[in-house]
């Protein structure tokens, strides 16, 4: 039997070093090639970490939240025959050895004592185990929520996974011997001391500085416009109706991101990005919109390529795509960057306003509201409308505050009067 060390690989672009995110094996995991050992973060993606040979992990050299080196060793494998690591070295020791594997986001909960119950002693083998007050039994985040609403003492409860780790099962197992104090159950008007600590870790980690660094950097300004998308709307239940079984169902996005584009042609200002550090404006004439999604791991942007040269299906496909790699964690870190102007939306959840951070180094990022039907008062009438309002953000170092309102009342105009989107 040999060592196998697989040292943090050099991601490109210049990066020496990342994020370890998370670990998928723990030490004494058997392992396939090609299994994905771990997930770093670098300054724009999600990266998988695969094995590369058959083996067990004997060692793991990191915790999640730490940043490592390019080149320093991530994990350590047993694998037949002699490995990668000559005998006269020492593969052990530069690695530390982890016996658990950290989950992704480490939670620490205590319930406020039960009266008192009779407890039996350390040896028993039933689902009730005695612990000092002050000892803190291995449960995953979702077990020790589930303790909670439960009302049951973590402390109490005999862990049958590893290392003595509590599972659900046991917590069953637990209510089902009926040990838990009826006193202690969750209700509607209980105190509650419990607290929760979560680290800055990955993803989360890297939006809280790109948002830091935008609010400190960017001078923002929101301008939010109403918009009548009666006619918009329309068009497109006409356009699914007709099309939607052939080319794919269309939501409002890519009728925005097409007026984006229209509109675009008459303030490429809007279209751009600043460094601030070179104090140089680069305007860019193809169109990359960013569409904000909403992920597992927090928010990602994925970018619409050329969205001057797609129909309004292209765009729909390419967005749909887009979202789905976002959320199942699978965009590429060129998926994920080089975006010009961004779009943002809460869909139903959006709100009457709102007010987005840049996505630096743009300029622009429009923010997109709920519909709501409304009367509203045309020619001495009043009727009932679809209005929806455009929250949008510019930073004032680049943008005016005139220029701003005009570009987003041009996106207005094109909304309100759909036909002029493809009229060239």
């Keep these: 039997m040999g060592t196998h060390v697989i040292k943090m690989p050099d991601i490109g672009e210049g990066i020496a070093e990342v994020e370890l995110s998370v670990w998928h094996v723990k030490v004494g995991d058997l392992v396939v090639e090609d299994q994905v050992l771990a997930d770093v973060m670098t300054d724009k993606a999600m990266v998988d ?16 939240g730490e940043v490592m080196a390019v080149g320093s060793v991530l994990i350590s494998i047993e694998v037949e025959g002699a490995g990668n690591v000559k005998e006269s070295a020492a593969p052990a020791a530069p690695v530390k050895e982890t016996p ?11 319930s406020k004592p039960a009266a ?7 040896a028993c083998q039933g689902p009730m185990v005695a612990r000092e007050a002050d000892e803190r039994p291995l449960a995953s985040p979702a077990v020790r929520k589930h303790a909670l609403d439960l009302g049951i003492q973590l402390r109490l409860v005999r862990g049958t996974g590893p290392a003595g780790r509590v599972l659900h099962e046991d917590l069953d197992a637990y209510l089902a011997q009926g040990q838990s104090n009826a006193s202690s159950v969750s209700s509607a008007y209980a105190q509650r001391i419990d607290e929760e600590q979560i680290p800055v870790i990955g993803m989360r980690r890297k939006i809280a500085q790109r948002m830091q660094d935008a609010t400190q950097r960017a001078a923002h300004f929101s301008y939010v416009e109403e918009i ?8 497109r239940a006409h356009l699914n109706e007709k099309h939607g079984t052939t080319r794919g169902k269309l939501t409002l996005l890519p009728f925005l991101v097409r007026a984006m584009v229209v509109a675009l042609r008459d303030f490429p200002q809007m279209n751009a990005r600043y460094d601030d550090e070179a104090q140089v404006i680069t305007r860019v004439g193809a169109v990359h919109v960013g569409v904000a999604t909403q992920s597992d791991v927090g928010l ?5 390529r050329h969205a001057e040269a797609r129909s309004l299906w292209d765009s729909a496909a390419e967005i749909a795509r887009l979202a ?4 199942n964690g699978k965009a590429s870190r060129d998926e994920l960057s080089g975006s010009t102007i961004t779009l943002t939306s809460l869909g139903a959840l959006g709100g009457i306003v709102s007010t987005p951070v840049l996505n630096l180094p743009e300029v622009a990022i429009v923010g997109v509201n709920k519909i709501v039907e409304r009367p509203m008062v045309i020619k001495g009438q009043i009727v009932i409308r679809k209005m929806m309002n455009l929250s949008s953000s510019f930073d004032h170092r680049v943008v005016d505050g005139m220029d701003a309102a005009l570009f987003i009342q041009a996106i207005r105009g094109l909304l309100e009067q759909p036909a002029t989107l493809f009229v060239e």
Aim: proline share 16%.
């Design 324 to 327: 789905s790699a976002a959320r």
């Design 228 to 235: 009548d998308v009666t006619a918009v709307e329309e068009l």
């Design 49 to 64: 970490i695969p094995s590369p040979v058959h083996g067990k992990v004997i060692a793991l050299g990191g915790q999640p």
């Design 116 to 122: 008192p119950t009779p407890r039996p002693a350390a």
């Design 300 to 304: 990602m942007v994925p970018v619409v």
């Design 100 to 110: 658990v594997a950290a989950p992704k986001v480490e939670t620490v909960i205590e």
